[in-house]
């Protein structure tokens, strides 16, 4: 996990080649001491372009996460600590959202701007916002009644600063571990928009781009097509065990 | 029931189960064999993409034409593997001294596939449809792209008759060199006027001709069947059934071909081609050179509208680097807008010279020292002439990065694809052409013979009378060594001009199963099932 941070930060510096070097002399060359993953079918280097890709996919996860948790938690901490018609009216929507498979609601949302990374972005955000705005929700319903939230509108808080100062605080923590196991979902879902061609546009080296571009050599060149898949799965592995591993930390009751 | 008793009979029924599905894998043992062997006379053509439209006077792409051909056929066609022109609904014809009267002598005993018979009337009724595009009971908002912008009938043909039931006359206002050819190509192909009658509006879903083969179906991004017709006036076709399947992905068609589950394929990845000549099993055809894939330009864009410019980016993209690459060693660097060895090649035109430096230069004196960026279309489908586009996008704009212009690579739905390059909604995109006939004309007048303006579909944003007035006496020649000498004088023109960049010419491969036979494989790809065994 840190190891995949470190990489996204300092890639640039340390790959070997430009992820758009082309080198048509060397194309589809197997893995050797030159190109450790070999190169694809425009002789540029695999090993350069999956470390390049591994900034576009944290950048994709972080940011489509980050998009998701803002707006899914407000939502959810209105609707739960209003309740009422502000309840029922922002959980329906989310039911509506929630309604439909993320992936073909994403690519229903890609469709309708034209196929671009920054797009994929917004459109994996959305569809993850209803898991965000249920979990607020529901933690917000919980605590509203604690006595510590009675107190301070008791001494005349306002609903904005009891949500602010004293409902979040204490939901912070199983929606952080929601975010984290989040991104490595919107990895996937950001490389299978690229791979369906409505994600990244080519040249980037996106890995699910990767992946597509390279299917057509998956005989004679399998190497362009296994490292940038191998990337996907440690990437979202690393984050889904970060995530069971903060969520442990985090959770009172597993540490008693 | 007591617990313990059930058991027996559940396991009897399972014993009961199992026999008697094994019983009936048994029986369907022979089923299946005996498909096998019946198949033995379907042929299976793995295409890349699906068919836009079945009806042959509305379509423009191969994908369509190649189900057409086999339903539809022209007064006269092309023979096997070359463009000579021999008789196919009219056995004969003659022209008078001046070239504009054309008598076509029609081939007696000839029916549709709806029973209906074919004659002068029926002829004459296609080519009012055509002709009389706004004021004809047949013509329902539809642009006739071949006959308006192809091979301009509309400005050449004066008008048609019919003589008597086997003898169609067509004047022109002019002679004409590329006329008869024009006429093979599959959009002059002969409909049932009693289909056209009955649903002109879709004629895709019940296509009528006199071919050899009978539509039997079509499943949409699929397949189309077809059926051999029986009375086919050239005789029976040997196989008995043709499936037209779309497999869009190359390596999967590929696949499929090897596996024996398609009989032939079209496009195969030039990498697959190696794998293909050292498999026993397979076999390579390689099609007569007669396209040109080339790189576009929108005049309409005040960039684009200064020859340096597009002088400059020719002269940028290292394009021997990249055939030799990507096109499998079945291609060659384009020189001009025509395939070599075509009427009218201009021999003294040189290869575009490779030279970023000069192409830098250029640029700064078009007012672009930093260059610029710009949307760069590339097709969504492979074609003959640009066998990966998008790879050889990605490879042409790393070239032109080096002189400072940078590529916002795009794409979309290859129908869509082409109704906005000819809607000239594009800066930059990449098309090409196979040709239709052999003649000089068939690819230059399409190119740049009409020009309609800004916001008028058309694929051309050239505006260059010269060379429209040059092509027009070209096209309105029947001498020889005229023709040859206007189109080098095009030739010459748009070199300096560079409308759009030749990028290569290719021999396209076409891959098929050992036992298929009688194939021609065509410069037009108008590639004929009729004359196709499948001995397995």
Redesign the interface.
Known sequence: MLLFLLLALVAPFIAPYGA?Q?A??D??KAPSAAHWFGTD???RDVLSRVMIGSRISLRVGVLAVVLALLSGSLLGLVAGYLGGWTDSLFMRLMDVVLAFPPTLLAIGIVAMRGPSLDMALVAIGIVSIPVYARLARSQALSLKEREFVTAARCLGATAPRIVGAHVLPNALSPLIVQATLGIATAIIEAAALGFL?LGA???TPEWGLMLT?A??????APWAMVFPGAAIMVTTLAFNLMGDGLRDALDPRARA | MPAGTRSGPRRRAWAALVISTLVAVSMLAPAITARAQSSARVFIFGQSGDATKLDPALIEDGLSSRVTEQIFETLVEFDGSSTRIRPALAENWDVSADGKTWNFYLRPGVRFHDGTPFDAQAVKANFDRWQFQTGDPFHKAAEFIYWNDVAGFNELIDRTEVIDPLTFRITLKDASGPFLPNLAQFTFAIVSPLALANNVEDLSSNPVGTGPFKFVEWVRGDHVTLAANPDYWGGRPQIDQAVIRVIN???ARFFELQAGNIDFMEFP?P?DVR?ARNDPNLQVLLRPSLNIGYIDFNQFDPKFADARVRNALAMATNKQ??V???YGGTGVNARQMLAPGMQGYNEAIPEIPYNPGAAKEMLSAAGYPNGFTTEFWYMPVDRPYFP?P??I???V??DW?AVGVRC????KDWAAYRVDARAQKYPVWMLGWTGDNGDPDNFLYFFFGTFSGRGQPNYNTWDNKQVRDLLLRAQRSVDYDERERLYRDVATVVRQEMPKIPFANTTPPLLARSYVQGYYPNPTSAELFKTVTVDR
Not at chain 1, 215 to 220: E, L, Y
Not at chain 2, 408 to 411: A, C, N, P
């Open positions: 758009d082309q048509l002399a194309r589809l079918d425009l002789g061609g546009q080519p040249p571009n299917r057509a050599f998956i005989i004679n | 992905d190359n390596a990845n990498d794998f680097r990249i030799d690459a990507l990966n998008q790879v996008a990605q490879a704009c790393a990065a916002d690579l795009k794409t």
